[in-house]
Each structure stands twice: as structure tokens, then as C-alpha cells.
């Protein structure tokens, strides 16, 4: 079954810490999309990852892909309200068509 | 335009109704599809075109769904008889092509059926 977990579901973490997002797949796939959603709103593009240890950094945000673990990691780093939304990990599985993650609620307490 | 636009944004209707859902993905973009989610759960892959053609419709729940592209830019989506278990977010991407690593997604129509 082609499978694709995100833990933790829900993450409340304060201001200026860091923390982690994993995201586990079931099987090979050459591609990984991390995504943000803020409330009521669409899929943002965040980073795409090709390539088996590519690392992908915008702002606070960190992205890396280990193809071999079948995992991929979002880092926050120094957490600011701003980031406050839900982040969806997905993958292609070889094909066209994405399969998405359960998504990853992200709180920002000041 | 600037990006993918679905119409209408929110659609309330009625059970045993027919709805469409239309999709106006970014110019150029060759590449289409259709995803639907529900409440507190990521997307769920419906069907992707490549130009005019249905190249993966494997995630259509059942008969009552279909979608077309005609003219390989414009894409809709028709649900027949709908049930009340088809509300969700009805959410559209395109690409620029299908072999494409990014895909840019609409606002969605939150379609609600009581």
C-alpha cells in the first residue's frame, strides 16, 4: 500500500525553539513536495526534493530527503508566530499523481 | 492568468443534486488535476490530465464523478446524484507538464451538500 505518515499530527511549541517534522513514506519514490496550508486557504509550495540527500533551506525553514530511510525531515528553526499553519509532506511514488501526508498542525505560541 | 482559479469558491447543495466545478489552470500549463479534502485530512488524489486526455482517473470515488478538459486548458468537474459525503474542498493543480516537479494549486471549492 502506498503510504505516507506524518508525525506529530498537531505541535505546539513556543517562539525562538527549534523542532522537527518527520515524514516516512512507504515505498521508492523520486520525488518529495512539502507543502503550507494556512486556514481555509490552498497548498503553498514550499520545497521539492529530488535527490537522495538534498537539503533545501528557505528562511527558518530546513527540508531534507534520505531516499534510503524513506524520510524526509522539516526543521523549524527559532519559531516565529508567522509559521503558525499546517504542513503536508507528499510524494509521487514514481507516478503523476501526489500522495499527500496527514498534515502536520503547527502552533507558534509567543 | 497569474494562477490556478476555481469557480465558484464555495457551492451549497442540495442531495440528489448535480454540481460542477471548474478549474481555468495557469496558462501554459499542460498538466491538470483534481484532488478533494476533507476536514482535517491532506488531499486525496481524484484524476490528472495530460492535454485533453484523462491520463489517471483511478482516484474517482465512483461513477457519479466525472471531469473533462476539452480544449486541454479548462477543466470541470461534475458530480452526479451528490451525497452528503461528498462535501469537501474540492482543490485543482496544474503543472507545465505532467513529467513537471512543481505543481501550483487553486484556492478550492468548498462544495457542502445537505
Known amino acids: 500500500e502506498l503510504k505516507v505518515e506524518q508525525n506529530p499530527l498537531f505541535l505546539s511549541m513556543q517562539e525562538g525553539k527549534n523542532y522537527t517534522i518527520y515524514c516516512n513514506y512507504s515505498t521508492t519514490s523520486d520525488r518529495l513536495y512539502w507543502y503550507r496550508q494556512d486556514p481555509g486557504k490552498s497548498l503553498e509550495s514550499l520545497f521539492v526534493l529530488l535527490s537522495n540527500g538534498a537539503v533545501k533551506q528557505e528562511g527558518r525553514l530546513m527540508a531534507s530527503l534520505d531516499t534510503k530511510a524513506r524520510l524526509s525531515t522539516l526543521h523549524i528553526t527559532a519559531a516565529v508566530h508567522d509559521l503558525s499553519a499546517t504542513y503536508f509532506c507528499?510524494?509521487?511514488?514514481?507516478?503523476?499523481?501526489?500522495?499527500f501526508g496527514t498534515g502536520t498542525r503547527l502552533t507558534i505560541i509567543p | 492568468g497569474a494562477g490556478v482559479s476555481q469557480t465558484p469558491s464555495n457551492k451549497v447543495t442540495e442531495k440528489g443534486k448535480y454540481v460542477e466545478l471548474r478549474c481555468d489552470p495557469i496558462s501554459g500549463h499542460t498538466a491538470l488535476y483534481w484532488y478533494r479534502q476533507s476536514l482535517g485530512q491532506g488531499p486525496e488524489f481524484l484524476i490528472y490530465f495530460q492535454g485533453t486526455g484523462a491520463a489517471d482517473d483511478s482516484g474517482l470515488p465512483n461513477d457519479r464523478f466525472f471531469a473533462v478538459r476539452p480544449e486541454g486548458s479548462v477543466s470541470t468537474l461534475k458530480i452526479q446524484r451528490t451525497e452528503r459525503g461528498d462535501s469537501a474542498v474540492y482543490l485543482c493543480?496544474?503543472?507545465?507538464?505532467?513529467?513537471?516537479?512543481?505543481?501550483?494549486f487553486g484556492q478550492g471549492t468548498r462544495l457542502t451538500v445537505v
Open positions: 493543480a496544474s503543472s507545465l507538464t505532467a513529467s513537471n516537479t512543481e505543481a501550483f
Open positions: 507528499a510524494t509521487n511514488f514514481g507516478n503523476e499523481k501526489l500522495t
